[in-house]
Each structure stands twice: as structure tokens, then as C-alpha cells.
């Protein structure tokens, strides 16, 4: 087993270096992998300890976070330029070994050119690296460990005196080559970027509101919103202002004579890296025409390589199924890219249409056009009926049935004359197309009693709380209270309640939450996990008002404690964001 050296600095990335110590240990064990901190003996010298380990290691991971090249000592120098400084040092002396140093980007950093590097560690920018992303720590670990060849069997090390053994391991994507203890990477060119980074992982979460990777340093937060006959999209700027920016319109007016409108949205960030960095932005949108009572689907895209103010989201595409287009929406969808496909990763979408529930799939391998796969139709031989109203899916970071790609998990609002409820559904990833579907509905519990009173689409996501398996966090508007319920992946896979947005106490007139929309951010308050952020829809009935309004939930928050911070409403250039008809 190769020995893997986590080469960190403690006042910039020491939240994630302990993250990857603990998933490399719990993988690897305690002999396989070296971090500073806790492989250090107490009474031992640290330097004598770090140079002989650096000397020996066979593969150094090197945890690059943002303003890892530009971080400074105390007297106001950087860091990197000082020839004694221990990082430096660690990826100096793995250089000269010429072993496998791997750069790891956390944070949404970025790669740091060759030219801000001492010449000493300059090779360090030409390095093939690995990017983890806090919303999918846990799949990203296990592709990283994949990719690095650390799950197949260690190469002898026995050899004749005076000759390097080369060894080829072979593993699907990825060639590796084994020279002495080190490793070499070659990915395969359908699964690099034109500048050898790997790709980013695709959207596993639905909803109108993301953090992709648009952004000099910190991420910035892609928002759409249904306005009518126009469907907005705005961005926060993450490193900047922080504030809110309408940066493209899509407007129906236009494109027809009879008035139509947008009443949901679902948005992601795939994998198509046009502009060879950043993944196109793709989003299905529900759109109503009221004078006929027709309703449809459509797709759009905003290529990456667009410059802020230019040309926009590409024209509508009507979403077909063997030639005809899909009518009678009557919820909102929920469109994610999975890992399923050979090559690109499918997209998956799931849609209420009247008493059925259908998931149809973009074919990113073939013939990119859309496929149904699986129906799920609600028939109510006694009692009240209940129709599903709205969508929230996921692909699970947990290995599902086939131990290779995720299950699919939705959550379903379904609402009828009697009241309404929450079911949760599970696709086995080991189902085959055509096999036997969803397996549910089971219905959501919190202490023995149902989820009850909703009033507008819940949203789910998996974040990267919990011990060893990740919890599934979800929002759920309950009339004039927002509720945040999270289910136990780690010990009794029940659902339980922990934090409550209450608007009764903040304002005379009753207001009424219609939609959120759940991310965990790549802002670590507490160093390991990303603060929860949220954008809900608001409605004042008796004004006929609505607005935007957004939270956040910050990762330090004990359970139990001070929970969501205040709303704060969304505006653009001083105003309000207002005549909300979805999200």
C-alpha cells in the first residue's frame, strides 16, 4: 500500500485537510497516510520527522485552498518565497523524488500560474490536479482514490539493483504508471479539460438556485427566477460586493401572440466545458399559455464562453418525446446531470403531469435527444385523491445497489381536497432501463406523525453533515413557517426537525413561503463544512405581493442552536426583486 503524504497549510485549508485525513484513514488506514498533526509523536522533532517522511512518501497530496500562493507570515512576507518554509520544502523535496505530487483544489481555488511560483516547486503548476467540491466531498474523494490507483493492489517494490520497474495499471478512465513507488497519471483525453484539469462533477441536486463555478475566487451563486412572461437570471458576486446582479432576460413576449408564462424553473451546471473551464448552464423551464390552458416544457442553455452582457440563454427547445413535445405539466420539475451514461454524464428529469409522475432522460452518450425511462401513476381507489404538485431529486453520494453510481432520491409534494402530504422515492442504481422503477412512496415522519400543511415545493439536497454518511437536508414551506428537517444517514435513517423560519413575528400582514431553494455553499465558517444558504419565495395575500428573500444557516450552528439567520430580502441596484409567479 502506497504511503500518501496531505501537504496543508494550517492557517488556510486545515478544515479540509483534516476532512481528506480522516475519509484517506477510514479507506486507507492509519499506516497509509501522513498528516502533520496527528502523525507526529509527542517529544519528536517535527522538521527531522517531516523531512524523512517527505523523503519516503510515495504519492503527496498538496491542498490548495484560496490565496494558498499569496499567504503571508506575520511580518507581511508570502510565505512561498521564504526558502524555508515547510510547505515549500514538503513540495520541493517530493519534486526531486520525482514522485506523483497531486495539487488538490478546495475552496474554488484555482491552479496557481507557473510564473507566482518559486522555481524551485515551479513544476508544481504543470502538475494534473484534482478539484473536491464541499456539496460532494464524499463522491469526490472516492473518484480522487480511484483515479490515483490507491484502491488497486500496491506494485512490489522488490526489484533488481540499478533498474526502476514500470508497472501499467489499467483502470477504467484512467492509465497509471508506476515507476519505483510514484505514480504517473495519464487520464484519458474524453475525460480532461483542453488545460488537463479534470472535469467538474455534475449538478446532483435540483432546483432554481446554484453556486457554480463562475468567479475569479469564490464561487459565485447562479439564480433563476420566473417573473411573469420572463424568466430572470441573476448572480450574486462572491467576490466582490456580495450583491445581487441581473445579468440575462428571457422573455416570452416575443415569441408568440398568446401570453404565456414562466412558472418554474430548475437549473444546473453540467459538464460541457465549452470554454474548456467552466460547464455550460442548463435549466428546464415550465411554461403556462392560460388562453388555451396548455401547458409544455422547455430547455435552454447558456453557453460558458459568454461574456457577461452578451449573447444570453440560447433560444427555447421545445423538450420532445418521439417527436412530440411534452404538455400537460401540472407541477413544477426537477432536472439534475447524474453519473449515468458512458461517456457524458445523462441528464435526468423528473415531471408531474396530472395523475402521473414521469422520468425521462437526455441521452449525452447517443443521440442527445430525451427518453422516457420510468412512470409512476397515483390511482386512488378509495378516499380523497392526492396529485403530485412538485419534484425535488437528488443522486445520493452513497454508493446504491450497483456499488458504483448513487441511487436516485426525490421528495414529492403531493396535495389533494383532504390536505397534503410528503413521500420520499428511491431508485436503485442498480436498476436496469425498463426494470422495475421507484420504490415507494414512503411517506415522510417526523416523531411518528406525517409532514402536513405544506404550501409550496420543498427542496433536498445532501450535505456533508454526519459522521461517516452523509445527511440528506430538506426545506419544506408549511404556510407561514419554513421548516428544516434533516434525515439521520448515520445512525436511525429517520427524519427529525431541526431548525423553524417563522414569519409571523416579522410583519402585521400574514405572509405565506410558496418555494425554497437549498445549497451548501463552499463557505466554510467552521473550516470542514459549507454554511447552508437558501432563496425562498414569499407571498403577502392580501396585498398580492411577493418577493424574494434569501438565508443562510452557518456551519458552526450546533444542532439546536440559534439556527437560520434573519431573511434578508434579494434586490437589485436598491430594489426589491418583486412579481414572483415561481422558483
Not at 449538478?203 to 464561487?219: C, D, K, L, N
Not at 390552458?293 to 461574456?307: N, V
Amino acid at each position: 500500500m502506497s504511503t500518501v503524504f496531505i501537504s496543508y497549510r494550517r492557517e488556510n485549508t486545515a478544515g479540509e485537510a483534516r476532512a481528506l485525513f480522516n475519509d484517506l484513514v477510514g479507506r486507507l488506514g492509519d499506516k497509509s497516510v501522513f498528516m502533520d498533526v496527528d502523525s507526529i509523536a509527542l517529544g519528536r522533532d517535527f522538521r527531522s520527522v517531516l523531512q524523512e517522511t517527505t523523503a519516503s512518501c510515495d504519492l503527496m497530496l498538496v491542498i490548495i485552498g484560496r490565496n494558498w500562493a499569496d499567504a503571508k507570515d506575520e511580518r507581511g512576507r508570502i510565505r512561498l518565497e521564504n526558502p524555508s518554509d515547510y510547505v515549500r520544502l514538503e513540495i520541493e523535496t517530493a519534486l526531486k523524488r520525482n514522485i506523483a505530487v497531486t495539487p488538490v483544489l478546495v475552496q474554488g481555488a484555482q491552479m496557481p500560474a507557473p510564473e507566482v511560483l518559486p522555481a524551485e516547486i515551479r513544476d508544481l503548476a504543470y502538475r494534473n490536479g484534482f478539484e473536491l467540491g464541499h456539496t460532494r466531498w464524499e463522491s469526490d474523494v472516492g473518484e480522487m482514490i480511484r483515479r490515483l490507483g490507491l484502491d488497486a493492489p500496491s506494485v512490489p517494490t522488490s526489484q533488481p539493483k540499478g533498474r526502476r520497474r514500470l508497472a501499467w495499471v489499467l483502470i477504467p478512465g484512467l492509465l497509471i504508471a508506476a515507476i519505483g513507488g510514484g505514480l504517473l497519471l495519464l487520464p484519458h483525453r474524453d475525460q480532461m479539460s483542453p488545460d488537463g484539469s479534470v472535469k467538474e462533477a455534475p449538478s446532483s441536486h435540483s432546483g432554481a438556485f446554484i453556486e457554480g463555478t463562475f468567479g475569479a475566487r469564490g464561487r459565485n451563486f447562479e439564480l433563476v427566477v420566473p417573473q411573469g412572461n420572463r424568466l430572470v437570471h441573476y448572480f450574486r458576486d462572491n467576490d466582490g460586493d456580495s450583491g445581487w446582479h441581473r445579468v440575462h432576460e428571457i422573455d416570452l413576449t416575443a415569441q408568440g401572440g398568446l401570453a404565456r408564462f414562466f412558472r418554474s424553473a430548475s437549473l444546473i451546471q453540467s459538464s460541457f466545458l465549452n470554454d474548456g473551464i467552466h460547464g455550460n448552464l442548463e435549466m428546464v423551464a415550465w411554461v403556462e399559455t392560460p388562453a388555451t390552458s396548455e401547458s409544455a416544457l422547455m430547455s435552454f442553455f447558456l453557453d460558458s464562453r459568454t461574456p457577461p452582457g452578451g449573447q444570453g440563454w440560447q433560444d427555447p427547445i421545445p423538450i420532445t418525446l418521439d417527436g412530440q413535445p411534452i404538455s400537460g405539466v401540472t407541477g413544477a420539475p426537477a432536472l439534475i446531470q447524474g453519473t449515468f451514461g458512458a461517456r457524458g454524464r445523462n441528464f435526468e428529469l423528473v415531471v408531474p403531469q396530472g395523475n402521473r409522475l414521469v422520468h425521462y432522460f437526455h441521452d449525452n452518450d447517443g443521440d442527445s435527444g430525451w427518453h422516457q425511462v420510468h412512470e409512476i401513476v397515483f390511482i386512488s381507489s378509495f378516499g380523497p385523491r392526492l396529485l403530485p404538485q412538485a419534484v425535488s431529486l437528488i443522486q445520493a453520494k452513497l454508493p446504491g445497489g450497483d456499488r458504483v453510481h448513487g441511487n436516485l432520491e426525490m421528495i414529492v409534494w403531493m396535495q389533494g381536497s383532504s390536505g397534503s402530504t410528503l413521500d420520499a422515492w428511491t431508485l436503485d442504481s442498480s436498476t436496469p432501463p425498463g426494470g422495475k422503477g421507484w420504490k415507494g412512496p414512503t411517506q415522510i415522519t417526523v416523531d411518528g406523525q406525517p409532514i402536513s400543511g405544506v404550501t409550496g415545493v420543498p427542496s433536498l439536497i445532501q450535505g456533508t453533515f454526519g459522521v461517516r454518511r452523509r445527511n440528506f437536508e430538506l426545506v419544506v414551506p408549511q404556510g407561514n413557517r419554513l421548516i428544516h428537517y434533516f434525515r439521520d444517514n448515520d445512525g436511525d435513517s429517520g427524519w427529525h426537525q431541526v431548525h423553524e423560519i417563522d414569519l409571523t413575528a416579522q410583519g402585521a400582514l400574514a405572509r405565506f413561503f410558496r418555494s425554497a431553494s437549498l445549497i451548501q455553499s463552499s463557505f466554510l465558517n467552521d473550516g470542514i463544512h459549507g454554511n447552508l444558504e437558501m432563496v425562498a419565495w414569499v407571498e403577502t395575500p392580501a396585498t398580492a405581493e411577493s418577493a424574494l428573500m434569501s438565508f443562510f444557516l452557518d456551519s458552526r450552528t450546533p444542532p439546536g442552536g440559534q439556527g437560520w439567520q434573519d431573511p434578508i430580502p434579494i434586490t437589485v441596484d436598491g430594489q426589491p426583486i418583486s412579481g414572483v409567479t415561481g422558483l
